[in-house]
């Protein structure tokens, strides 16, 4: 089994995310644990305006594979971004980063697209 902690921070990589993540998933999936960490630039795609509509739907489908979405609270206190406004299958983590280092001590191999 691979586990995979998939870092994105910048709003402008969700597509390549993404993509990334859907071939990973139909590759290994089975075989892996997939934890996506969305923190920085990136939350701003939960704003509520959703300026990429299409991400809600692949990363829903990606939830139902077995991915992993969690979202940092300070990213979204900083950017006002209400936890209301984020899809279903996000779940909110205090910070980012310290998860991100928590899963690399637990032998998560780290992506950063």
Not at 72 to 96: F, Y
Not at 99 to 109: S, T
Request: charged share 25%; with cysteine.
């Amino acid at each position: 089994m691979t586990n995979v902690v998939v870092h994105i921070d910048e709003e402008s990589r969700w597509d390549q995310l993404l993509a990334n993540l859907e071939y990973f998933t139909e590759h290994y999936g089975r075989d892996s644990r997939i934890v996506v960490v969305v923190n920085g630039p990136a939350v701003r795609s939960f704003n509520g305006y959703d300026v990429h509509p299409e991400h809600r739907e692949r990363m829903k489908v990606l939830s139902q594979a077995g991915v992993i979405f969690k979202i940092c609270a300070n990213s979204l206190r900083n950017r006002q971004i209400d936890e209301e406004l984020l899809p279903s299958m996000m779940e909110v983590v205090p910070q980012g980063v310290a998860y991100i280092v928590d899963r690399q001590g637990e032998g998560y191999a780290y992506i950063k697209p």
